[in-house]
C-alpha cells in the first residue's frame, strides 16, 4: 500500500450517463484540461465546485464527473459510518464501477471536446483514480496531481507512466508518513518526473475542506490549487 484505506477522515468536515459539473475558461476553449477526481463528498459540494472554477478563471477547461453513481458520503457523517459498506455496496465504489466513469470521462474529453492535454487533479479517494489512469501513453491522463491520497496500491503507484505531484497533509492516518516515504521510495525508482510536497499544521482533507478563518490552513489549501499547472 502507497496510502492506507480511507476512514472517516476522508468524509468529514455504473450508468449511461454521468452528471457531471463543467466549468469553461473566459475564451470557451477546451483543448487544455482538468479532470477533477473528488473527494468521498462528491461533486455537488461546493468546494471542489468553487476549486473548479478557479481553474477555469486560470485557463483550463474543468471536467468533475460524479464518480459515485449519486451515492456520496455527506459531509460529516457520523464517526460510526461504515465505509468499508459503503465501499463494498450496493452499488459499490471500488474500481469495477468507478474505473468505468473515468475511462468515459476522458474518452469524451478527447472526443466531443476535442482536449489535447489533460491534466487530474484528486483529492483523498480521488487520488487513487488519477493514478490508476496516469498513462499517457494510452490517452488519458497526462500529468497528475493528488492531494491527501487514500486507498492508493503500491503497485497502481507502480504502474503510473507520466509526471505526478503530491500535496501532503503533516497530520494525516491515511498517508501518514511511513506511507508517504513508501510512495518517495516508489517514485524515486521510476522514470517518471515526480514532486511530493508537505504542508505543515493541516490535516486529512485540507486541499478541499480547510478552515479558510486558519491563517495556515488557508494557505496550505491556496497554495495547493495554485501550483497546478499543466506543461
Given at each position: 500500500?502507497?496510502?492506507?484505506?480511507?476512514?472517516?477522515?476522508?468524509?468529514?468536515?455504473?450508468?449511461?450517463?454521468?452528471?457531471?459539473?463543467?466549468?469553461?475558461?473566459?475564451?470557451?476553449?477546451?483543448?487544455?484540461?482538468?479532470?477533477?477526481?473528488?473527494?468521498?463528498?462528491?461533486?455537488?459540494?461546493?468546494?471542489p465546485q468553487l476549486i473548479a472554477?478557479?481553474?477555469?478563471?486560470?485557463?483550463?477547461?474543468?471536467?468533475?464527473?460524479?464518480?459515485?453513481?449519486?451515492?456520496?458520503?455527506?459531509?460529516?457523517?457520523?464517526?460510526?459510518?461504515?465505509?468499508?459498506?459503503?465501499?463494498?455496496?450496493?452499488?459499490?465504489?471500488?474500481?469495477?464501477?468507478?474505473d468505468p466513469v473515468v475511462d468515459?470521462?476522458?474518452?469524451?474529453?478527447?472526443?466531443?471536446?476535442?482536449?489535447?492535454?489533460?491534466?487530474?487533479?484528486?483529492?483523498?479517494?480521488?487520488?487513487?483514480?488519477?493514478?490508476?489512469?496516469?498513462?499517457?501513453?494510452?490517452?488519458?491522463?497526462?500529468?497528475?496531481?493528488?492531494?491527501?491520497?487514500?486507498?492508493?496500491?503500491?503497485?497502481?503507484?507502480?504502474?503510473i507512466d507520466g509526471p505526478l505531484?503530491?500535496?501532503?497533509?503533516?497530520?494525516?492516518?491515511?498517508?501518514?508518513?511511513?506511507?508517504?516515504?513508501?510512495?518517495?521510495?516508489?517514485?524515486?525508482?521510476?522514470?517518471?518526473?515526480?514532486?511530493?510536497?508537505?504542508?505543515?499544521?493541516?490535516?486529512?482533507?485540507?486541499?478541499?475542506?480547510?478552515?479558510?478563518?486558519?491563517?495556515?490552513?488557508?494557505?496550505?489549501?491556496?497554495?495547493?490549487?495554485?501550483?497546478?499547472?499543466?506543461?
Amino acid at each position: 500500500m502507497a496510502s492506507n484505506p480511507p476512514g472517516s477522515c476522508c468524509y468529514q468536515g455504473v450508468k449511461h450517463e454521468v452528471e457531471t459539473y463543467f466549468s469553461y475558461p473566459k475564451d470557451k476553449s477546451t483543448s487544455t484540461a482538468i479532470l477533477i477526481l473528488t473527494d468521498a463528498i462528491g461533486h455537488k459540494f461546493i468546494n471542489p465546485q468553487l476549486i473548479a472554477d478557479q481553474f477555469a478563471a486560470n485557463g483550463y477547461f474543468v471536467v468533475m464527473p460524479d464518480i459515485f453513481h449519486g451515492d456520496p458520503i455527506p459531509l460529516n457523517r457520523a464517526p460510526d459510518f461504515d465505509i468499508q459498506a459503503w465501499l463494498k455496496g450496493p452499488p459499490g465504489h471500488l474500481p469495477p464501477t468507478v474505473d468505468p466513469v473515468v475511462d468515459a470521462a476522458l474518452v469524451e474529453m478527447r472526443t466531443k471536446y476535442n482536449c489535447t492535454k489533460i491534466g487530474a487533479v484528486g483529492y483523498c479517494f480521488g487520488a487513487k483514480y488519477v493514478v490508476r489512469h496516469l498513462l499517457p501513453a494510452s490517452g488519458k491522463i497526462d500529468v497528475g496531481y493528488v492531494a491527501h491520497p487514500s486507498f492508493v496500491d503500491a503497485e497502481e503507484l507502480e504502474a503510473i507512466d507520466g509526471p505526478l505531484s503530491i500535496a501532503a497533509a503533516e497530520t494525516d492516518a491515511i498517508f501518514p508518513a511511513p506511507k508517504r516515504h513508501e510512495s518517495e521510495e516508489i517514485l524515486a525508482k521510476g522514470k517518471n518526473p515526480y514532486q511530493i510536497s508537505l504542508y505543515s499544521g493541516v490535516e486529512h482533507g485540507f486541499a478541499v475542506r480547510a478552515d479558510l478563518e486558519q491563517k495556515q490552513e488557508k494557505y496550505a489549501k491556496e497554495t495547493v490549487s495554485d501550483s497546478f499547472v499543466l506543461p
